[in-house]
């Protein structure tokens, strides 16, 4: 029972980390049609600076932390103006090339500046646990889940009431109106790229401070998040949700106890299948489908 | 004969004509570079390098650039192919044990396509990741496949040839030029044949192509194993060349690498690949603070490259080309020639119909409708083409002509029946109609920007034999004899419509009025029997519209039938013997010109009731 309920909340919060990273793919895309291949390197960049301001600056892991998240937001700005921004009118694939270049740079800086030395990320919680029903539980697996409850609430809600998701929407339907009536274009697709680099910097943050991490991290991260949002729908929040558990509980419950040397191919097989036979996904996020 | 005598008949299509010779200066530049640098021991090594990942990368061309795929696989294939070659070497000779191992690489690129035949664009991309992901994992996990701990494998059986060991860098320099001038030489093969503009035409606009008779899945699976097996035979060969293998050999930041390597080159030919190859081994080595930042100066050049020269190296050749030809040619006689001017020919025995048609219906509907959404755009219309008239279809906007057109040729979902010389075919089914000889055009020239004049007219052409890859490979002067005579036919077309002296010229270059015109010479240059025109006359001033209606009457005269959709009363009461009008969708009246203008419920449909 032990081993069962350790995986369980293993397997959810793993889910709740691939959940946020599928956000950071929905939302620009819903604004301006970009996957985004450098989310990868985002998260991990994020978790290397916050482990550097905590143990190498010794600053407080909560002023530190805050710091990390608004240094992404802005990365997450001059991400824009320097691939979407410097490419306007040009075709999506360059687009995507170009966020390619990104992830490249983002990844040699990281190895150039900290080394393919693991490194540890400082949370007040980590390393505490308490025990139930003879399963170990660190607490931070708990604040994982709870966080990306949250904030699949706060997206929910601000793509379905408020006017800034309002015109998301309108511009992931038909940008060429959506400019007609006034919707900035320009700055919605800076404010979109910056709340996606900020929920890479969450999801570094939460999923560095598990353990020791280096910069493979948010590699298989993103690969999880692509799964997720596929199997959700892109494009729909609660499904990218959804996806993102039920590929967890696939990948870390269901492997924990078969094809335990092969696991990490499990959701591969499952995005594959999504792929191949029903490209939508189990949620259609009608609005952005068949725009991919 | 007349002015087609002053051109001489074409022998080999442009992009390809330098290919044998630019082969020969890629093995001189090679051998130089070899005896130049032979002697120190990275530099030798380097110069092997340079092929290998220049033939991955010509694979990638392929499967990228050529065919429009977004793949994340090719580094992963190179894997599949080296690590399959060393497991079949085990019990095989080293021989077989490659040429297994690329059929193996082409096999699954080829079954990878099919799965994924549906996916859209991107998905696709997602798809080629998972698939690369999954080679990673098996290369570190399965042991008893890879034969070593973790994937790292020693003692792979070496390449030996009449006594040569192909394993040090000097005599693997000689195995790696006859590898790479034999990708190169396959690459050039299929150049000279249908193949590589087929597959271009599916990228740029699956759905034209679908209309022009070519078979977009057979391009995409055959483009993808082609790129898988190119990648699969380098990597097999390397297997055998190095002896040892490493799953990161073949990781992240080869995958990455081909980006780099074609998009710096320049995704307009496969020698971009190789130029771009050439910089990923040498720079880093030659500029040691490269090496120290090798990720981020990568990343950098691939963001400025896209940013400031999208063509790529090749780019500039390119630039600097046209300046030097332009500055040959000043004061030269290649001005546009105003369509309005042009003098109409008869139609060339050459593009006449195939066979007479006889009295016969071509091809009627019966209760064609379409619905978008909850708007029913085409209701329940019945018409009927004979053979040998010319139909006009008219209506206000918004009643449903062109969508009708579409419904016929399969662009858009529609119901209700149709036949084909009183023969009952699928709807949605755009491949019968253009076998049976019937061509269209759009109301918007839908024509291929990227490809040349001559190139596009060449895509509709009714000869399908050898069009394929393996004639291409296998059968290559069949391949070129049926070439020539589909050149001869698009030239042909060309000619007739007076864009000739434009055959080599991008259609990007064009006017609308000659992307007309070229559009027309595609539609005629099948040797259809029928054409379906969509707003032909849409942006022609009175002059143009009068030349184009000459043309249709030539055609008329050579006995193709013509459905034409258009707006101008005067030019379609010219040319047409029936007139069908359309209103809110739905058919109003059909009737010779004379009469129907004066039908009550026509000019209601225009003026409204009175």
Known sequence: MGFFIENLINALSYGAAITLAAFSFMVPLKATNIVSFAQGDFISLSAFIGAWLITDKGW????????????????????????????????????????????????????????????????????????FAGAVIPYQRLVIIGITILVTIVLYYVFQRTSFGLQ??????????????????????????????????????????????????????????????????????????VGGMVLALIERLFGAYYFTHFREMLPLVFLFLFIA???RGIFRGAESYGRL | MDASNTF???????????????????????????????????????????????????????LFGVSGQFAFSQAAMTGVGAYTSAWAARDLPVIPAIIFATVITAVIGGLFVLALRKASHFYFGIGTLALSETYHILALQWNSFTGGEGGEVYGIKPLVLFGVDFTGDKSAFWLMLVVTCGVLTVGAMLERSPVIRESKATRDQRTVADTLGIPHLRSRVT?????????????????????????????????????????????????????????????????????????????????IVIIRLPEGLIGIEHVVMSRLRKHRHSGGSDEPVSIAETVVGDLPASLKPTSELGKSVILSTEGMTVRF??????????????????????????????????????????????????????????????????????????????????????????????????????????????????????????????????????????????????????????????????????????????????????????????????????????????????????????????????????????????
């Open chain 1, 168 to 241: 998301l929407r309108a511009l992931a339907t038909d940008p060429e109106v959506a400019r007609l009536h006034g919707v900035r274009t320009t700055r919605l697709a800076i404010i979109a790229f910056g709340i996606s680099s900020f929920l890479c910097g969450l999801t570094g943050l939460l999923v560095g401070s598990l353990s020791s991490f280096d910069i493979g991290l948010g590699f298989a991260i993103m690969l999880g998040g692509f799964c997720a949002a596929i199997i959700g729908g892109w494009g729909s929040i609660a499904g990218a949700f």
């Open chain 1, 277 to 279: 036979v029903r490209q």
């Open chain 2, 373 to 610: 959404g909850g708007n029913t755009a085409v209701n329940n219309v019945s018409l009927e083409l004979n053979s040998g008239e010319v139909l006009g279809l008219v209506g206000p906007n918004g009643s449903g002509k062109s969508t009708f057109l579409n419904a016929v040729t399969g662009v858009v979902a529609a119901e209700g029946k149709l036949s084909i010389f009183g023969e009952k075919i699928p709807l949605g089914n755009a491949n019968a109609l253009k076998k049976a000889g019937i061509s269209r055009t759009y109301q918007a020239p839908q024509t291929y920007l990227k490809l040349t004049c001559l190139e596009d007219v060449l895509l509709s052409t009714s000869d399908r034999k050898y069009t394929g890859i393996a004639a291409a490979i296998l059968r290559p002067f069949t391949t070129l004899k049926h070439e020539r005579q589909r050149w001869a036919i698009a030239e042909d077309a060309l000619e007739w419509v007076g864009l000739r002296h434009l055959a080599d010229t991008k259609v990007a270059q064009l006017t609308y009025g000659q992307r007309r015109l070229l559009e027309l010479a595609r539609a005629i240059a099948g040797r259809t029997s029928t054409l379906l025109l969509d707003e032909p006359s849409a942006g022609l001033n009175a002059a143009e519209t009068e030349v184009l209606g000459e043309y249709l009457k030539k055609l008329h005269a050579a006995g193709v039938s013509i459905l034409i959709v258009d707006h101008k009363v005067d030019f379609l009461n010219s040319i047409c013997d029936r007139i069908a009008v359309l209103n809110v969708g739905n058919l109003v009246t059909v009737g010779t010109p004379d009469t129907i203008w004066n039908d009550a419920r026509v000019v209601d449909a225009y003026l409204g009731t009175q």
């Open chain 2, 223 to 303: 483009m993808f194993m082609l790129g898988s097996a190119i990648a699969g035979f380098v990597g097999a060969v390397y297997s055998h060349w190095k002896m040892g293998l490493s799953p990161n050999t073949f990781g992240l930041e080869l995958g990455l690498g081909v980006f780099l390597m074609v998009i710096l080159g320049g995704l307009t030919s496969k020698w971009g690949a190789m130029l771009g190859a050439a910089f990923f081994v040498w720079v880093p080595e030659l500029i040691s603070f490269v090496e120290q930042y090798k990720l981020m100066v990568y990343g950098a050049i691939l963001l």
């Open chain 2, 8 to 62: 001489a008949r074409r022998k080999t299509t442009p992009g390809a004509r330098n290919n044998i010779r630019n082969i020969a200066i890629f093995a001189v530049i090679a051998i130089v570079l070899e005896l130049l640098l032979g002697d120190s021991l990275t530099q030798a090594n380097l110069v092997n390098l340079w092929m290998f990942y220049a033939c991955v990368s010509i694979g990638f061309y392929y």
């Open chain 1, 60 to 131: 407080n892991w909560s002023i530190a932390y805050g710091a990390t998240l608004v240094i992404m937001f802005g990365a997450g700005v001059a991400f824009e103006r320097l691939t979407h921004g410097s490419l306007r009118g040009r075709p999506v694939d360059e687009v995507i090339i170009a966020t390619l270049g990104v992830a490249f740079i983002i990844r040699g800086f990281i190895s150039r500046w900290r080394g393919a030395n693991p490194q540890n990320l400082e949370s007040p919680l980590r390393g505490k646990f308490f025990t």
